[in-house]
């Protein structure tokens, strides 16, 4: 499967965006989904992830309660919708099939998008 994230932009604290991913493929809808991301210096990490029927969807804390994950099956794309944001959001968004759910490690995923950068400014 190939993934193409979009959606990131430059953003005030505050803001709001909506990424996307789009996801090439037939089996798309048989997958968990998850979103990631790295800041500058730091490793990738967890952001949420949502169960391939969309039933199920979990959050890291930083993000909980901010970012909602969604996705549309018959688009083959999944969301990420961002509230409230801060400075300290500022990173490469990533999304990629987690095969494990509730695996919340970059290295349990597989399939990376391109990633998409966001910046929040102060």
């Known amino acids: 499967v190939q993934l193409q994230a979009s959606g990131g932009g430059l953003v005030q604290a505050g803001g709001s965006l909506r990424l996307s991913c789009a996801a090439s493929?037939?089996?798309?809808?048989?997958?968990?989904m998850g979103w990631f991301r790295q800041a500058p210096g730091k490793e990738r990490e967890f952001v949420a992830s949502?169960?391939?029927?969309?039933?199920?969807?979990t959050y890291a804390d930083s993000v909980l309660g901010r970012f909602t994950i969604s996705r549309d099956n018959a688009k083959n794309t999944v969301y990420l919708q961002m509230k409230s944001l801060k400075p300290e959001d500022t990173a490469l968004y990533y999304c990629a099939v987690v095969p494990a759910w509730g695996a919340t490690t970059p290295t349990a995923a597989d399939y990376w998008g391109q990633g998409t950068q966001v910046t929040v400014s102060s």
């Open positions: 493929g037939r089996s798309f809808s048989s997958y968990n």
């Open positions: 949502i169960r391939w029927s969309g039933g199920s969807t």
